[in-house]
């Protein structure tokens, strides 16, 4: 990749606060307004190791970005939110030195 550092900004492959997007997004729902419409009540961890809903393709996709992280173990990834799924092998700002 060419680079040091990669800074994840967003809260992404979860429905952090049971919401599907940030705030003030036009198409952004409660969870519980859609859950008839969400495929599976899958959950997974946040950076608070709070449970958080997500659905199956998000972890799948969750998955393959881990596994990329791993594929590139000099490059450092940042995640700036700990309201998102906790993604293995990446580092939050506060624990930095």
Known sequence: MGTQRIVLA???FSFPNAKTHAEDVPHGQVIATL??????????F???EERVATQL??????RDLE????LHGKTEFI???KDGVRIEDTVYPETQE
């Open 10 to 12: 967003g809260a992404d």
């Open 35 to 44: 859950n008839k419409q969400l495929p599976s009540r899958r959950w997974v």
């Open 46 to 48: 946040n950076g608070y």
């Open 57 to 62: 393709n998000m972890i799948g996709y969750l």
């Open 67 to 70: 596994e990329y992280i791993r």
């Open 79 to 81: 995640n700036l939110t």
